[in-house]
């Protein structure tokens, strides 16, 4: 498995922007398409967009699409989610994830990731 440290979480106000970095041990994390997804308390843990392994296929939660950016640097084994023009209810942890299978396209499925990054805060105030 693929080893993730998520970042880069923090409070910032609405219409603000904050980036999230998903670093892997190794740089194993270049050849599998990683997803971000969230989890708001009291709710379940929800799709927010994926990368595939070589950048050429992005999917997007429509309640972010054209405000968030996933983008990776493969040659530092890192994914980043940009978010802009945050809107209080995208309050949550967020969580980088890998998908299960190398070199293959990611889904919107939770469980089809198999390895996990700790989590990061962020926080938007209205």
């Known amino acids: 498995q693929v080893q993730l440290v998520a970042s880069g979480g923090g409070l910032v106000q609405a219409g603000g922007s904050l980036s999230l970095s998903c670093a892997s041990s190794g740089h194993t994390l270049r050849f599998y398409a990683t997803g971000w997804f969230r989890q708001a308390p009291g709710k379940e843990r929800e799709f927010v967009g994926a990368?595939?392994?070589?950048?050429?296929?992005?999917y997007y939660a429509d309640s972010v699409k054209g405000r968030f950016t996933i983008s990776r640097d493969n040659t530092k084994g890192t994914v980043y989610l940009q978010m802009t023009s945050l809107k209080p209810e995208d309050t949550a942890v967020y969580y980088c994830?890998?998908?299960?299978?190398?070199?293959?396209?990611?889904?919107?499925?939770?469980?089809?990731?198999?390895?996990w990054g700790q989590g990061t805060q962020v926080t938007v105030s209205s």
């Open positions: 994830a890998s998908y299960k299978l190398r070199l293959a396209d990611p889904t919107r499925e939770a469980a089809e990731y198999d390895s």
């Open positions: 990368l595939s392994w070589n950048a050429d296929s992005t």
